[in-house]
């Protein structure tokens, strides 16, 4: 996925669970969970959602490394990788 697929995947699904906010609006370096004001059950399905949605497994201890939007794009654009180029 590309840097501009990710954010914009972060602003669709952050839409679903917060309709209320623009999550376009939050400065990718801002905590998610304070710039739109979810809870952690909110954050946990937007962690849930971002999984399915990229098709990566992510795992609990990596979860902090996606409370803000840079890190998303950070985290989703080292592990979703084409197909065949993903080392072993």
């Keep these: ?14 839409s679903d669970i917060a309709p209320e906010t623009d999550p376009a609006m939050l400065s990718g370096g801002r905590d998610i969970r304070e710039g ?6 909110d954050f946990l399905n937007f962690i849930i ?6 098709g990566v497994a992510i795992p609990e ?13 950070a985290y989703l654009t080292s592990s979703v990788q084409p197909q ?3 080392s072993s």
């Excluded at 739109?36 to 059950?41: C, G, N, P, R, Y």
């Excluded at 959602?49 to 990229?54: E, F, Q, V």
């Excluded at 979860?63 to 794009?73: A, C, N, R, S």
Aim: aromatic fraction near 4%; hydrophobic fraction near 45%; glycine fraction near 4%.
């Design 1 to 14: 996925m590309t840097e501009a697929e990710v954010r914009q995947l972060v602003c669709d699904i952050l």
């Design 61 to 73: 201890e990596d979860y902090p490394k996606l409370f803000t939007i840079d890190g998303v794009v």
């Design 84 to 86: 065949g180029t993903r």
């Design 49 to 54: 959602a971002m999984s399915k949605r990229a």
């Design 36 to 41: 739109l004001d979810i809870d952690s059950m």
